[in-house]
């Protein structure tokens, strides 16, 4: 045989690299792996954003992050909504002290009482001395001259009478007795007017919430002085657009703020607007918050109407780029795809998704707005 030549020496390289390439486009029969998508690459083994919008996180970052999942389950829940609330009285527990007069508050001899101090039903909390003028006192004042001189005149006559009893009919006596003691009353009354203080006194027993006033001040009539109530029977007042909400409240939360939930009971519906809204008044059953009077709460009101939907923690659902509410599936063991979803508010802590997500699939529910700044 003989020996190959310089041409087929040079040429044997490019034959070969052209039989693997032609080898590795073809497929087995009845596979085409043409058509399928090329799998998206990791640019080391860092935390990074994957160009299909997947994130590769390695499990060491995981750990750190502290990332946990839930598997989903899909189920019936009570349609809730969401309303803006207030703590107020309960009117028949609670009650406010006003000055019916314009005047100078006096303190008692037990002083004015401060902020959360416990009074009980009658007890006597200021005193408003009435404002008069120079002029409304002149005029009291001559008009108490005068009943004095008609009071000396209707003695005078009456002793007469008295004198006369035997020649004159005992109803003219009777008739000077009782102008005399009409002019008597209504001396005592003017002469009382001038410096009698009004006393302000708790309409109910209970906790000083606010006290407005100290010794010395001048107060206008109707003027709001003290605030009294029973901490633990308040009330919530929240505003709801539809008045058919009203119908249908099966339980309320509120919620003021982390770990200050409250449970609320229905009580009733107001059936006149304020606000363009109908007030609906919940009583305050129990939890862990400690109220104030006209604190705002958030009132989450469940509903008798069903819902179907995948309920999961609210720190589950975060927004993408496109201010789109997601949520962060985990793939695989150190992938996670994000899924957009619309959801429910079902409590102060949960929400209910009702599209865009189905059960039996793991979602991150901690650390998923950590999860979801990884670029």
């Known amino acids: 045989m003989n020996a190959p030549t310089l041409v087929q020496r040079m040429l044997r390289p490019l034959l070969v690299a052209a039989s693997l390439v032609a080898s590795a486009g073809l497929a087995h029969e009845g596979h085409d792996h043409g058509d399928e998508p090329a799998p998206a690459l990791t640019r080391g083994d860092g935390p990074q954003r994957l160009a299909d919008g997947s994130v590769f996180l390695p499990k060491t970052t995981q750990r750190q992050l502290a990332l946990r999942t839930q598997l989903t389950r899909s189920g019936e829940h009570p349609v809730t909504v969401e309303l803006a609330g207030k703590v107020v009285l309960d009117p028949a527990s609670g009650g406010r002290v006003q000055a019916m007069n314009p005047g100078r508050v006096e303190a008692p001899a037990g002083g004015i009482p401060s902020l959360g101090k416990a009074v009980k039903k009658g007890e006597l909390l200021a005193r408003v001395h009435p404002a008069v003028s120079p002029l409304e006192l002149g005029g009291q004042r001559a008009q108490a001259a005068e009943l004095r001189a008609a009071l000396g005149v209707a003695e005078k006559r009456l002793a007469r009478l008295r004198e006369l009893e035997a020649t004159v009919a005992r109803k003219d006596v009777d008739a000077a007795e009782a102008d005399v003691r009409s002019l008597r009353e209504r001396l005592a009354a003017i002469a009382g007017s001038l410096t009698q203080p009004e006393d302000l006194r708790a309409p109910v027993a209970g906790i000083v919430a606010s006290a407005s006033v100290v010794a010395g001040q001048v107060v ?36 003021a703020g982390p770990g200050q939930e409250v449970l609320l009971s229905f009580v009733g519906a107001g059936r006149s607007l304020r606000e363009q809204a109908i007030p609906l008044l919940f009583r305050v059953d129990g939890g862990t918050a400690t109220l104030a009077l006209n604190q705002p709460l958030r009132v989450i009101a469940q509903t008798r109407s069903p819902l179907q939907g995948v309920p999961l923690p609210a720190a589950a659902v975060v927004k993408n780029a496109a201010n789109q509410e997601i949520v962060w599936v985990k793939t695989s063991a150190e992938r996670f795809a994000p899924r957009p979803v619309r959801t429910q508010p079902l409590d102060d802590a949960r929400v209910a998704v009702v599209d865009g997500l189905e059960a039996g699939v793991r979602v991150v529910v901690q650390g998923a707005a950590l999860l979801n700044q990884v670029r």
């Open 220 to 255: 206008e009539a109707r003027e709001l002085l003290f605030e009294i109530i029973d901490p633990a029977n308040l009330r919530v007042e929240a505003l709801a657009y539809d008045p058919r909400l009203a119908a249908e409240i099966a339980g309320a939360y509120g919620s």
